[in-house]
């Protein structure tokens, strides 16, 4: 299992820089995604995780999300877009 802790912020200017951290070729075929310590998430941070999730699972990935900011819950809601996050 691959487990990754997010950090500070994660908006629209930091997004691209986990993107590319989190699609690496890794040999692990689970991953925790744990956003306990992400400071701050906006709407960009519910397209990154659609985006590595897409990614991950087309590669037989499966891909956990814990500790998820609660404003990122708010913008999946809006968009009608919570099955993304489960």
Same mark, same amino acid.
């Given at each position: 299992?691959?487990? #990754? =802790?997010?950090?500070?912020? /994660?908006?629209?200017?930091?997004?691209? #820089?986990? !993107?590319?951290e989190l699609?690496?070729? !890794?040999?692990?075929?689970? &991953?925790v995604?744990? !956003?306990?310590k992400?400071?701050? =998430?906006? @709407?960009?941070?519910? =397209?990154?995780? @659609? %985006?590595?999730k897409?990614e /991950?699972? %087309?590669?037989?990935?499966? &891909?956990?999300?814990k500790?998820?900011?609660? @404003? &990122?819950?708010?913008v %999946?809601?809006i968009?009608?877009a =919570?099955?993304? /996050?489960?």
């Amino acid at each position: 299992m691959k487990y #990754v =802790a997010l950090s500070g912020p /994660l908006t629209m200017n930091t997004v691209g #820089v986990w !993107f590319a951290e989190l699609t690496k070729p !890794f040999a692990e075929k689970i &991953v925790v995604l744990d !956003f306990a310590k992400v400071t701050e =998430a906006d @709407s960009s941070a519910l =397209a990154m995780i @659609s %985006a590595i999730k897409r990614e /991950l699972v %087309a590669r037989d990935i499966d &891909v956990s999300i814990k500790d998820l900011p609660q @404003s &990122v819950k708010v913008v %999946a809601d809006i968009y009608d877009a =919570a099955g993304l /996050l489960g």
